[in-house]
């Protein structure tokens, strides 16, 4: 197949699940359409590329899917969309894996989530790379969250990851509302949030805990280098 989505059209259609991506640049937004596939690339990250041309959401999985629907060893690239350059996650629970995640946009009347925007889900997030992803940076108060990833409702849990150079008004590597996250064992660094809220811009270079939740537990993670232009460098709570 020439593109990837058309093989998890026709991996579902024969009941394997499983799709093994050569390398190349694929030029393309892919839906995993609520099924337990597992796609991956055979060559790993740096050499397989999936390229949403800056035209929407580069992946989208909003149909349910569980943890066994994986994405794992793609650079995911060039999103641009309201919600969720990179990922587009509702409702659903998949794991995202190993993968590069970069220059991906969120911008519009939300801007949130540039490499991954996740609601009311369960989702694994490990090992993956996010870098250079922005939501908005420098825009307005309401929106403009989560530069790598944006978390409202749900318990994800985002281990092992580096983000590093991710932008965003609040949040500028993870923001976080309502959510019983485990952010455990990641490099945090050289982040960046600032909006145009004279006292509230800006908060949480690194992590922005929003709303916050009784179980949601950040631990073990090198947090450093994070700029926010009013509070919370690091972490803002």
Do not use: K
């Not at 609520?34 to 929407?56: L, Q």
């Not at 989530?113 to 996010?130: H, M, R, V």
């Amino acid at each position: 197949f020439h593109l990837i989505q058309d093989g998890i059209d026709a991996t579902v259609l024969m009941g394997c699940y499983e799709v093994e991506v050569d390398e190349g640049r694929y030029l393309e937004h892919i839906d995993t359409l609520g099924y337990p596939v597992h796609v991956y690339s055979r060559v790993g990250p740096s050499d397989t590329i999936i390229d949403g041309t800056s035209s929407g959401t580069v992946v989208t999985i909003d149909t349910g899917e569980e943890r066994d629907t994986i994405i794992e060893g793609f650079t995911i690239t060039f999103g641009l969309a309201d919600r969720g350059g990179g990922f587009n996650l509702v409702s659903t629970s998949p794991t995202i894996t190993g993968n590069i995640i970069e220059w991906n946009e969120a911008a519009g009347s939300l801007g949130i989530g540039a490499g991954i925007c996740s609601f009311y889900g369960d989702p694994l997030i490990e090992d993956n790379l996010f870098q250079f992803n922005d939501a908005c940076w420098g825009g307005v108060e309401d929106g403009c969250d989560g530069g790598g990833v944006m978390v409202r409702s749900g318990a994800p849990d985002i281990i092992g990851n580096t983000f590093e150079s991710n932008s965003a008004g609040d949040g500028g590597a993870l923001w976080l509302a309502y959510a019983d996250a485990l952010v455990a064992n990641n490099i945090i660094v050289g982040n960046m949030a600032h909006d145009t809220d004279p006292e509230e811009a800006g908060q949480g270079g690194g992590i922005n805990i929003q709303i916050g939740s009784s179980d949601c537990v950040v631990t073990n993670n090198i947090i450093t280098d994070n700029v926010a232009s009013t509070h919370g460098g690091g972490v803002a709570v």
